[in-house]
């Protein structure tokens, strides 16, 4: 891009700037404005933005903003933006702040005043979650798993019993033994989907209950290669799809005479099912 650009950055202006996970043509065009017409890029690894900034032909200066010296540089450019300066503030891949650098500069610019403007783009978090087919409704980022496995089956413990989907990172490294600590406390069936470079040539979405995930990635080497995305199915209850006809009826039939819980609970003990799933049911469907 050029200098001439129809975009003008305001001064004293943060801007939060999204950029590719994989392929370069997620850029989007307002990126690009800004990109090329604030006056300072504050960038987690000034290299790797260097190569994204010559692919553009945007000349904009950088500063290194990563998680080693936010905390101590974060204060010098919100001097610059009280100075009337105006700043994009970029992660090595995706939108920043999402397990990357830029919540201390962010807290501070707000603390100090300074505007603030997000731009939408490219988040792997969201582009996992909306091809992985798991429930989206409700959701949690949880970030990058612990280094230990004590701290990852904690961490899988604290959220076993909730109902949402949640997101990780993990690195290529780590993923089996992630993998292996998760099967260990969540069991063989809850569904997990696996997203691995995603928008790169070699992008893999491959969902599967825990028990044939691990065995299917052990199969292939290339199949932990690369950025990851971990996609965990919420608990569930006994389905109540699976409640068979007869039992529901039973139920029905029994909720004439009894109190919900009551029938739920002679209707478990008749057909050897969990009294929950009925008495989930009932509410769900009997009046």
Excluded at 172 to 180: E, G
Excluded at 193 to 216: D, H, M, N, S, Y
Excluded at 239 to 267: N, V
Aim: charged share 25%; with cysteine.
């Amino acid at each position: 891009m050029t200098d001439n650009n129809s975009f003008n950055s305001s001064p004293a202006t943060l801007y939060i700037v999204p950029t590719p996970i994989g392929n370069l043509g997620d850029i989007t065009q307002r990126a690009i404005e800004v990109l090329s017409s604030v006056d300072l890029i504050a960038a987690e690894d000034t290299r790797h933005t260097g190569r994204l900034l010559s692919h553009l032909n945007i000349g904009t200066r950088t500063f290194a903003l990563h998680d080693h010296n936010e905390q101590q540089k974060a204060q010098v450019l919100v001097e610059k933006l009280l100075e009337g300066q105006s700043i994009a503030l970029v992660s090595d891949a995706g939108t920043p702040l999402i397990s990357d650098p830029g919540y201390h500069l962010v807290n501070q610019c707000r603390k100090a005043g300074v505007q603030v403007v997000p731009l939408p783009g490219a988040c792997a978090v969201i582009t996992a979650l909306s091809a992985s087919g798991l429930p989206s409704d409700r959701f949690s980022f949880e970030g990058f798993l612990p280094p230990k496995s004590k701290g990852r089956k904690d961490r899988f413990l604290e959220l076993a019993k909730v109902e949402r989907t949640c997101i990780f990172y993990e690195s290529p490294h780590r993923i089996m033994d992630s993998l292996a600590d998760m099967l260990d406390v969540l069991g063989a069936e809850r569904q997990v989907v696996l997203a691995r470079e995603l928008t790169k040539t070699f992008e893999t979405i491959q969902g599967l209950p825990l028990g044939e995930l691990i065995p299917w990635l052990e199969e292939d080497a290339n199949r932990i290669r690369g950025e990851m995305v971990i996609l965990v199915h919420g608990h569930r209850e006994d389905s109540s799809e699976e409640l068979p006809d007869e039992a529901r009826r039973t139920l029905s039939i029994l909720t004439k005479e009894l109190p919900l819980k009551k029938a739920a609970a002679l209707t478990a003990e008749i057909y050897n099912l969990k009294k929950n799933a009925l008495y989930k049911w009932g509410l769900e469907h009997l009046d």
